[in-house]
């Protein structure tokens, strides 16, 4: 055995050496990193707690790659619970073990645990970032990842002066995990939050916040290239500038057709970065961030994150006392600002649509209640718990194994592949008046099975079951297109000649219209077990998620890698 480990490390000893001069050959690299998982004390909003951190940094250290590059990422786990990280659209070619989401690619990293993440950029430029993906944990620990072109290779637009990550956050003041769990106890809404928080600070227009605004300083006359993240948990945000209008050039690490607007939407799990001239009077202007709440009567964190843009006025520090100037944002349930902007995100010239489709499917995305289990109490409506389903399912995680491990195993009994391709039960989607006998979902592991190759059209169909809602899809592994979206229940006769088959923007995350649909495309070109899911972390905690489970293809490069051997254990 001894020298059978000898021989096997040599061997690997001997083919990192090959990989690294076939890697040095074409101009990438090989990107190492530490990542400690940690408890770190912190003071926000005058109150002193201790969150997870990574390297007890926040937000955690900024990862940045060209596109090609191999980045190794050695997590050690020394808090005090399960964790995973996720590279938040990296597409992962054959590498799904390196994907993160709990039970799902892998089973946690434990207490004392650490795991290896080794994946390969190919193909990818732009922002894109890194989170956890276990329980609420992403609250804290959540990071940005660039990615810059290839050597010798360039931005489609003028080289910026400087290059700005913001990431945009949602604080509580206690412990997140406790509010989840709290909130899955009694079947009740979880607490909204305290505060939102762009680079980790809230900004001054809290109270007891103001030494923790986040400053950028700049200079007059530069173009620089804001990189938006939108890592809140449950809130969509408008984010505005004030004075100054914004250059979009890319959004989920695709880029753009330029276009120019004095406001961004950003749901949780997209990106936006945009070019912004500093061409104002030398001053101070604050970044403003607050929700975009898309459902009535939904309960919601109505505060305000600020940073401040500060021009380098060429005077002695301490510089520019003026308070700052405060740009417009829409109101807070401003649909109409959400569609305008969304509509202006395109691909910059014309792209080859995938088709034709081999597979067409129809999901509905929305809430539900379950009802209160016998001689209990429930926080939800008239005594339920709150729930929420793709095609009626409301999706369970395992708990003894990953997906991924039970497939690659054949470990029979942790899923079914009988997700149902549409809904088990048609009904006036969006109506006003959705019959309450319709909103008690199915629970179950349920995943969809999609040939390698096939030629993938989705519509998500939003539902109006407990309240209609802007839900931010997000897929793992893959990119899609959006072909067309819309308010009200998607109707083919009519809709499909709105497909934009010229220049769609290509993402991975779309936010589907309250009480609308959006329709997506993609080819089935990665092997594994991927996860499609609510990035408002409260949707997916009731179950609103699904897996597609994607088959190995006939020709070389075409299979899912063997495990790496530290993939933890359940
Ligand atoms: C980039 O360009 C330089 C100068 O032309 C050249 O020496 C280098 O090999 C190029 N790198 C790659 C990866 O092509
Ligand atoms: C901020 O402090 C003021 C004065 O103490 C108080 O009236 C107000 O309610 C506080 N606002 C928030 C959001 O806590
Ligand atoms: C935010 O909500 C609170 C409580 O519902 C309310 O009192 C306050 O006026 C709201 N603030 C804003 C700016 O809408
Ligand atoms: C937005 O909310 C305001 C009051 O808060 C309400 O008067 C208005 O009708 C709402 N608009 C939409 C589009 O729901
Ligand atoms: C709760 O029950 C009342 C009375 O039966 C009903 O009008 C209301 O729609 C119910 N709420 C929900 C969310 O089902
Ligand atoms: C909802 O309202 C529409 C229009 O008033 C009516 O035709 C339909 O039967 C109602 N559906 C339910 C489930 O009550
Ligand atoms: C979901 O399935 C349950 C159980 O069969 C059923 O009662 C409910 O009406 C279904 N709802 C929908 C939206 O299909
Ligand atoms: C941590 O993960 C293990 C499986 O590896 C699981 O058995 C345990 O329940 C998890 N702990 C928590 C608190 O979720
Ligand atoms: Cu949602």
């Excluded at 003071?43 to 990574?54: G, M, P, S, Y």
């Excluded at 986040?214 to 620089?224: D, F, L, R, S």
Aim: glycine share 8%.
């Amino acid at each position: 055995m001894e020298s059978f480990n000898r021989i096997s490390s040599l061997l690997l000893v001997f083919l990192l050496a090959i990989n690294s001069l076939l890697v040095y050959r074409i101009g990438a690299e090989v990107q190492h990193h530490d990542f400690v998982v940690q408890e770190t004390p912190v003071k926000r909003l005058c109150k002193a707690h201790n969150i997870i951190t990574v390297n007890g940094q926040f937000p955690g250290p900024t990862i940045e790659v060209k596109n090609g590059d191999t980045i190794v990422i050695n997590v050690v786990n020394q808090a005090r619970y399960n964790v995973t990280l996720h590279w938040h659209g990296v597409r992962q070619l054959r590498t799904a073990w390196a994907d993160g989401p709990e039970f799902v690619t892998q089973c946690p990293i434990k207490p004392g645990g650490s795991y290896r993440y080794r994946f390969t950029i190919q193909g990818q430029e732009g922002t894109l970032w890194w989170h956890a993906h276990s329980s609420w944990l992403r609250a804290t620990v959540y990071g940005a990842l660039i990615i810059r072109p290839k050597e010798n290779t360039s931005y489609p637009f003028a080289k910026p002066k400087r290059e700005i990550p913001l990431i945009l956050g949602e604080w509580w003041d206690r412990n997140p995990v406790d509010v989840v769990r709290k909130a899955t106890r009694t079947g009740g809404a979880p607490d909204v939050s305290n505060a939102f928080t762009i680079n980790g600070q809230p900004g001054d227009l809290y109270n007891c916040s103001s030494k923790d605004t986040t400053v950028i300083p700049v200079k007059a006359g530069e173009t620089n290239l804001l990189r938006f993240i939108n890592a809140a948990l449950n809130t969509e945000l408008f984010v505005a500038i004030a004075n100054h209008k914004m250059t979009v050039v890319a959004a989920d690490a695709s880029y753009t057709k330029p276009f120019t607007t004095s406001v961004l939407m950003l749901a949780p799990g997209q990106t936006t970065d945009v070019l912004v001239t500093m061409d104002q009077p030398l001053s101070r202007y604050y970044i403003a961030a607050r929700a975009y709440a898309s459902a009535e009567g939904v309960a919601f964190d109505n505060t305000t994150a600020a940073a401040i843009l500060e021009y380098d006025c060429g005077c002695a520090k301490p510089g520019p006392a003026a308070q700052p100037i405060f740009p417009a944002l829409p109101a807070y349930n401003d649909t109409a600002a959400v569609s305008a902007f969304t509509a202006g995100i395109k691909s910059p010239s014309s792209v080859e649509v995938p088709g034709p489709v081999d597979e067409n499917l129809f999901f509905t995305v929305g809430l539900g209640l379950f009802d209160c289990p016998e001689g209990k109490t429930c926080r939800g409506p008239n005594n339920t718990r709150f729930a929420a389903s793709m095609n009626n399912v409301s999706f369970v995680f395992p708990g003894t194994t990953s997906l991924l491990q039970a497939h690659y195993q054949r470990v029979p009994g942790v899923f079914t592949t009988d997700f149902p391709a549409v809904p088990p039960v048609p009904f006036d989607y969006t109506a006003k008046n959705v019959s309450s006998s319709l909103s008690q979902p199915v629970a179950g592991t349920k995943l969809y099975k999609l040939k390698y190759g096939a030629v993938v059209q989705l519509v998500l169909q939003g539902t109006n079951i407990v309240a209609g809602e802007n839900h931010p899809i997000h897929i793992h592994g893959y990119n899609f297109y959006i072909l067309a979206e819309g308010f009200g229940n998607f109707n083919p006769a009519r809709d499909n000649a709105k497909f934009n088959l010229v220049d769609p923007p290509e993402r991975n995350t779309v936010g589907v219209p309250a009480n609308g649909w959006a329709v997506i495309r993609f080819v089935a070109d990665n092997p594994g077990i991927w996860l499609m899911h609510c990035h408002l972390d409260v949707h997916i905690t009731w179950g609103l998620a699904m897996a597609f489970l994607v088959e190995n293809g006939g020709a070389e490069l075409q299979s899912l890698e063997a495990p790496p051997p530290d993939l933890p254990t359940c």
